[in-house]
């Protein structure tokens, strides 16, 4: 029966018909979705029947991207044709597109491409996610991970941009700003492996291209991480037509060997860890998301003593164990790193002490502790038991900020001369902060400015503090905590820096920061703008917001906005790998000596001078 004579038949309009083509109405769209139904129940009921005959037979058309044809098709099609040898097999290579584009048509039963959202003629369903390896010559270590960001720039032979993995790498590139030498467009995948294998270019391959490589004896393979590369895989179908017995048999052995494939790359030569978080909040939670992603990591431990909130963990990232008590975790003997994301700032110390004298590593969200002889006694037990331990100074993994110190390091900028950083955030964020600690904006928000200054200017020490509060809007709403701190701090070779920081920015995106920095030296002058305001949102429901605006950052989509997913990977990989951390404790102890002379000066109204210790603190305040 035509469109056309339902229409008639029912008075109601399915097609939109216009010179240019057909559009259905909304009715149409319904009308079709049941339709499909209809004949995929129709198409089930035929493969009954022929179940019914006991003998598997007939014909498997199936498509497959490049990746795939090299990495599991010849094993799959050996294991299929041994166990039904009446079924006829008939292959296609393609790309993604093509491959969408005939099963749109019928023309297969099944596909596999890359991760795909399917549509109202073509239904999708998950095959698993591959992480990517960077692939060279020999001449390096082989499966040793590499970090892109950190690494000297490269020259990579990559497929043109009409490849959907070209534009995924693409994203890559620029999402994590990694740099690159130069780039060689070609689309043969064989014939970019042979090159790579005999010159100095580099490739990025899916692991389950890389299973022949394994020996290292031709090529050498390096595991992306901090940040690492995945891709996933879909399967394809027509939505009106479901896999017949044969074809739901191919795709089980398919799905098998690719799976086994994935596993046996992301484990060969991989360093992992098990790695415990403590607090699953919003800082916590970003460390739990960042890890499961990371290949390092073999199992994750949550505990969270809000149950919902740890309900909410168990559901996403299926952890090997999740608890309310953090001692389970420093008691878990197969923990060997761990992060401590908890609130309020007080638990610092006592949950820190008790990882470190249990022999792990420990990333610790800013402040190292409440007092310097607590702090003094953490990095003493570090150093004692010879494990790691760092502080959350995510901002040294900012771009810009990075960018600021390289222009140091390299001579752009000469010698230093000076520094300023103005830091806010907005007042429904500084009334939370403030409302669970008495530590002030130079202690919560300056801190992260400090650390970073004071790095940029090593070997240079900090001799003299002085400091001024600002009390107007927060002791308004009753809450006993300044609403900024200026801090001005000189160093023993004459630099001198200013630092400012306040928590009642006006209420605008939630959690929104706004930072500008100068750094100015004797041969030139770097100006900074990190307000988040390059990202601008305006709709008829909420006006005008400024998306991606948090400081520590926020998942988007496979990327990340922001440092802090960069600085778990960094702790993870310094763990499994056992490399130097960024952010030494004794810097932390160094920065936390300023927020308190800081502190001390505020109240004081005078300078206070370097070193302090918590005995000379008594006399000061004496």
């Known amino acids: 029966m035509q469109v056309r004579e339902l229409e008639d038949r029912y008075g109601v309009q399915l097609l ?10 909304e009715t149409g769209r ?13 198409a089930d009921a035929d493969e009954t029947l022929k179940r019914a005959s006991g003998t598997m037979t007939g014909q498997v058309r ?9 990495s599991v098709l010849s094993e799959a099609m050996l294991r299929f044709t041994e166990t039904y040898p009446m079924v006829r097999l008939s292959m296609v290579e393609a790309y993604s597109f093509q491959l969408i584009e005939s099963v749109g048509r019928e023309e297969l039963d099944f596909a596999i491409v890359p991760a795909f959202e399917g549509h109202e003629n073509i239904r999708a369903e998950p095959m698993g996610t591959d992480h990517e390896f960077l692939v060279g010559a020999p001449g390096t270590t082989h499966l040793q991970p590499v970090n892109l960001i950190e690494h000297a720039p490269l020259r990579y032979v990559l497929p043109s941009p009409a490849n959907s993995r070209r534009r995924r790498i693409d994203r890559y590139f620029a999402n994590h700003h990694i740099r690159v030498d130069d780039i060689l467009e070609l ?18 391959l899916p692991g389950i291209m890389c299973a022949a490589d394994l020996d290292g ?23 009106a037509k479901p896999l017949n017995d044969a074809a739901q048999a191919f795709c089980e052995i398919l799905q098998d060997e690719l799976t086994r494939t994935i596993a046996a790359t992301r484990e060969a030569g991989m360093e992992q860890i098990e790695l415990g978080v403590i607090g699953a909040g919003w800082c916590g939670g970003i460390r739990i998301e960042a890890a499961s992603r990371n290949p390092q990591v073999a199992a994750i431990h949550i505990a969270e003593t809000r149950s919902e909130r740890l309900q909410e963990m168990k559901d996403l990232y299926a952890p090997a164990t999740a608890t309310d008590s953090y001692e389970q975790i420093i008691e878990n003997g197969n923990i060997s790193s761990v992060i401590i994301s908890a609130t309020p700032e007080d638990t610092h110390y006592p949950m820190a002490r008790a990882a470190l004298s249990a022999g792990k590593h420990v990333f610790l969200e800013k402040p190292i502790a409440i007092t310097l002889a607590e702090a003094d006694e953490l990095v003493a037990l570090s150093k004692q038991n010879g494990v790691k331990f760092t502080i959350g100074y995510s901002q040294r993994f900012n771009y810009k900020y990075a960018y600021i110190r390289e222009s140091l390091l390299n001579g752009t900028l000469g010698e230093p001369v000076s520094a300023l950083v103005s830091r806010h955030i907005t007042r429904s964020l500084g009334s939370k902060i403030s409302g669970r600690t008495k530590l002030s904006p130079a202690a919560m928000e300056a801190t992260h400015d400090l650390d970073f200054v004071l790095w940029c200017l090593e070997p240079a020490k ?34 001198a820096f200013t630092i400012g920081a306040g928590w009642i920015l006006p209420l605008g995106y939630p959690n929104y920061s706004s930072t500008t920095l100068e750094m100015v030296g004797t041969k030139g002058a770097l100006m900074v703008d990190d307000s988040h305001k390059d990202v601008v949102l305006n709709t008829e429901d909420n006006g005008i917001q400024f998306p991606m605006s948090s400081m520590p950052g926020e998942f988007v989509g496979h990327a990340y906005a922001g440092p802090m997913a960069p600085e778990t990977h960094h702790f993870i990989d310094a763990c499994a790998r056992d490399k130097p951390v960024l952010v030494t404790a004794d810097q932390a102890r160094q920065v936390m000596e300023v927020y308190i002379a800081a502190d001390l000066s ?21």
């Open 217 to 239: 004896q031709r090529r050498r393979l390096h595991p992306l991480v901090g940040p690492e590369l995945t891709v996933s895989y879909s399967r394809i179908e027509p939505a």
């Open 62 to 70: 199936v498509g497959l991207i490049p990746t795939l044809t090299r």
């Open 16 to 25: 939109i018909r216009k010179s240019t083509g057909v559009t259905p109405t």
């Open 187 to 204: 689309d043969a995948m064989f014939g970019t492996i042979d090159l790579v294998a005999r010159s100095d270019w580099h490739t990025i």
């Open 602 to 622: 505020a109240e004081r109204g005078e300078p206070v001078n370097l070193p302090l210790n918590d005995a000379n603190i008594s006399s000061i305040m004496a």
């Open 462 to 495: 900090p001799v003299k503090v002085y400091a001024q509060n600002v009390y107007r809007y927060m002791k308004g709403k009753g809450v006993d905590a300044p609403d900024c701190t200026w801090i001005i701090v000189t160093m023993d070779n004459g630099i």
């Open 30 to 42: 319904l009308f079709y979705k049941k339709a499909i139904d209809v004949l995929r129940s129709a």
